[in-house]
Structures are given as structure tokens and as C-alpha cells.
């Protein structure tokens, strides 16, 4: 599936052809603009509880399904999540007991790596029925009940009782949709505690007025991988989040991460591809090995970008208790 995009569309019309549960309707499979709870809820199932043993199959140990973090080209799956899910921390400088929340959490990953490494009180949401119940048997597992918890939640509906320190939004943003940018990230201003950060990371086009992968493998995805997804330009997040009182501090760009990530979960898929084939189907398998190629393509050629931004909350004077340099996030502990 490498080399020219011509390639991975051809393939993606051949599976159109193909009989099974994916592939076959030319339809949409959810009335997804319409943004609501119950449509938001069941655009996130049809991709997240395909299956778990199928995530498992390709992803690495602590099952991120995110931009990964090279630091060397050699560099393995597992260790370049680890270093992701690191990297996060230093950018918001956690601190012990801090409150932390992560929207979004997927299989816990990120929730788990704060509590264990950060001494963070976290909370992790997610939409996700199959990621719900995999995070709250690993926090079980880990004797962490003390200090961290999962809830199967919409972010429109957390608590604002008690705010938070820190909060990391991962993966997330891509389903929240244009028309609910101020209500997305008004309602995370209002969980964060004046002086508190909070980590955006999510994909975008790589040029404004952009298409995503450049060819009808974008409307493939949206049809058969994520009903729901809905891409802008960097520009527009930076503006959104300040509309809502958010000020940006730091963004960096990662798409040469994403493409590497993405080449490491086809070769990894592919080398299990029989076992795939029975936990999923062959469609959902050639689906999901499409999919993957073309989004590494895109990112490899700029027709896709993902950016971490990093925001607070200004004090009442206007002040960000934070260091003038960087250093804290590349200097060793």
C-alpha cells in the first residue's frame, strides 16, 4: 500500500465490493451532523467496540490508539507511546495530587502513566462501552481505585463541582464537530482551575481550505472507519480555544510521528492479518488496512497534520504561572 495514493483508492473501491457488514451500503451510516448525544455515542461505538482483541493484535502494549512520539527513527511502537504519553505529562507539568482529567481516555493509557509516574488524582472519560469496562478492570488490577477513576460519560455532561488542574484532550477533538468548537471549549474553561493547562491533540488538514487525503479515500473513511469525523485547519483550533478564554502557549507539530505510527500499525496488522480476519471479518480487516495506509500516506505527503496546543487559563490579573523556556519538557528528570 505504499507509494502512489492512486493505489489505496483503487483498493478502497474494491472493497465497496465486497459482501459483508462493511462495504456494502452506499448510505451513511449515522445522521452524525446532527451532533447530538445519542448520535456522538454511537459513532464512537461503531469504531472503538469493533473488538478489543483486534486493537490488541496491532497496537502496542499499553493499546495507544494516537499519534505515537519518536525521538529516534529506530525506536519501537512501544517505546515511542511511552514517550507520547510522557511527553503529555511534561507539557502540563503534573504535579502529585494534582486533579487530572483526561476526555477521551481510550484504554486508559494515558490515565494509568499519570497516576503511576505523576502521582496525579485522575478521571478518565469515554464513550466507549468496550474502553470503559477494559480501564476500569486495569485500575482494579493496579490497586489504583484511591487515585483514579473512568467514567462512561459525555463531556457535555461532567461535573462542574470541583475543577480540575490539568486536563489532556487526545484523539478527541477530530469527533466534536466545527459547530460545537465553542461549547467544547467553553465547557473545558469552566472544568479548569484558573492558572490550569489543558492538551489538545488532534489531527487537522494540513493547509487551510483542505481535503483531507486528496482523493475519495477521505469519503471512504468517513462512510465505513469514522462517521463522525470532521477535520479543520490548526488556525481555527487556536481561534476557537481563544473565543473561549483559553490562551495558547505551546503547539507542536507532529505529523512526521503520525505517518511513522501509522506504517507501524499496517505492518503490524498485516503480519497478523489471519488472526484479524477471524476476530473481525474479512471486510472490517481490509477496511481497517485501507484506511490506515491512505491516512500514513497523507500525512507523509501534508494533506493531514496533528498538533499538540497547549492552553491555560489565565489567572484573575492575567498571569499563566508558567516557565519562561521549554526546558521542562526536554531536560531530563
Known amino acids: 500500500l505504499e507509494g502512489d495514493p492512486r493505489d489505496i483508492i483503487l483498493l478502497g473501491e474494491q472493497l465497496c465490493n465486497v459482501e459483508g457488514d462493511v462495504g456494502k451500503s452506499s448510505k451513511p451510516l449515522f445522521n452524525w451532523k446532527r451532533r447530538t448525544k445519542d448520535t456522538d455515542r454511537s459513532a464512537i461505538g461503531f469504531h472503538y467496540d469493533v473488538s478489543d482483541a483486534f486493537y490488541n493484535l496491532w497496537l502496542d502494549r499499553r493499546r495507544v490508539y494516537s499519534c505515537a512520539y519518536f525521538r ?32 477521551g481516555c481510550g484504554w486508559g493509557a494515558l490515565l494509568l502513566w499519570a497516576v503511576e509516574n505523576y502521582g496525579v488524582n485522575a478521571t478518565g472519560i469515554t464513550l466507549s462501552r468496550n474502553q470503559f469496562l477494559h480501564v476500569q478492570a486495569a485500575i482494579r488490577e493496579r490497586g489504583l481505585e484511591s487515585r483514579c477513576q473512568v ?33 467544547y471549549f467553553d465547557k473545558i474553561r469552566r472544568l479548569l482551575k484558573p492558572g490550569g493547562l489543558v492538551l489538545n491533540h488532534g489531527i487537522t488538514f494540513g493547509q487551510p481550505g483542505g481535503h483531507g487525503l486528496g482523493s ?12 463522525d469525523g470532521e477535520l479543520v485547519h490548526i488556525a481555527e483550533v487556536i481561534d476557537a480555544m481563544s473565543q473561549q478564554g483559553l490562551e495558547s502557549l505551546d503547539c507542536e507539530n507532529l505529523r512526521p510521528h503520525y505517518a511513522k505510527t501509522l506504517w507501524h500499525w499496517v505492518d503490524r496488522l498485516e503480519s497478523r492479518q489471519d488472526e484479524a480476519r ?28 496533528i498538533y499538540q496546543v497547549l492552553a491555560g487559563r489565565p489567572l484573575e490579573d492575567g498571569r499563566m504561572p508558567v516557565p519562561l523556556t521549554r526546558d521542562h519538557i526536554y531536560s531530563p528528570s
Open 216 to 227: 475519495e479515500i477521505s469519503e471512504f473513511i468517513d462512510r465505513y472507519v469514522f462517521p
Open 278 to 305: 477471524r476476530l473481525v471479518g474479512e471486510s472490517r480487516f481490509r477496511t481497517w488496512r485501507i484506511y490506515m495506509a491512505g491516512s500514513a500516506h497523507a500525512f507523509e505527503r501534508g494533506w493531514l497534520s
Open 72 to 103: 529516534n527513527e529506530n525506536d519501537s511502537l512501544d517505546r515511542a507511546q511511552e514517550q507520547k504519553l510522557d511527553h503529555i505529562c511534561r507539557k502540563l507539568m503534573l504535579h502529585e495530587n494534582e486533579r487530572f482529567l483526561d476526555i
Open 151 to 183: 467514567q462512561y460519560l459525555d463531556y457535555r455532561d461532567l461535573s462542574e463541582e470541583q475543577a480540575f488542574d490539568k486536563i489532556a484532550s487526545v484523539g478527541m477533538f477530530e469527533h466534536v464537530g466545527r459547530k460545537n468548537f465553542g461549547r
